[in-house]
């Protein structure tokens, strides 16, 4: 690797951390449900981060620049997902202490919905990410690629740091006991905070 795709390497890196911190709660709730696939969660991540990458080429190559206040506006995604969440919560909660094998079998056939899930709140919460990789991309096209790959590995890395935070011994069971109360919470509180971003909209 020459010293110039090792310093876009090293930017990539940089850059995908400090724009996903708040991701890896996201993840670690995601991976404490029981009802979701692993792999889901994965190919959701790596949906939504392609999504992204793919917006971001493009702005940057067109030089278009994206206004924050209707970035903002993907926020009704994970505020709807949260509060579908919530309504199925409370209405299954009997019928899953009752029947745990049928809520299973219903977790395998919903592969695709839980990866589509997972990459519609990747992409609702992506207005910071796409309001770097844009001038990012736009500043080195050429580079674009080496950015694209220190991504896809900083996202294997992200899921596995999400799905250790849940195996834990020490916070595991907590996680996974509170997962499935926690992620419509968390989904609710992501979209409220994501749309405040939209008031810029209205005045």
Not at 18 to 26: F, R, V
Not at 81 to 91: E, I, P, T, V
Not at 132 to 137: C, G, K, M, T, W
Not at 151 to 168: I, P, R, S
Request: charged residues 10%; glycine residues 10%; aromatic residues 8%.
């Amino acid at each position: 690797m020459s010293g110039a795709a090792a310093s876009a390497a090293g930017i990539g890196v940089v850059v995908y951390a400090s724009t996903n911190i708040d991701d890896l709660l996201i993840l670690a709730v995601f991976f404490a449900d029981p009802r979701v696939h692993v792999a889901a969660v994965i190919a959701g991540r790596f949906i939504g981060l392609a999504a992204l990458v793919l917006a971001s080429a493009a702005a940057a190559l067109l030089a278009l620049a994206i206004p924050p206040g209707w970035i903002a506006l993907l926020g009704l995604v994970p505020l709807f997902l949260g509060l579908r969440a919530l309504r199925a919560l409370r209405a299954g909660r009997d019928e899953d202490e009752r029947a745990p094998a049928n809520l299973d079998a219903k977790g395998r056939n919903g592969f695709a919905a839980q990866a589509f899930t997972v990459a519609g709140v990747t992409l609702a919460n992506g207005g910071d990410n796409l309001g770097v990789y844009i001038p990012l991309f736009a500043t080195a096209p050429a580079a674009i690629p080496v950015y694209v790959a220190a991504f896809a590995v900083m996202t294997l890395a992200w899921c596995a740091l999400g799905y250790l935070l849940v195996n834990n011994p020490l916070v595991g069971d907590q996680v996974r006991r509170y997962g499935a109360v926690a992620l419509p919470i968390v989904l609710i509180a992501l979209g409220v905070y994501i749309l405040s971003g939209a008031i810029a909209l209205v005045r």
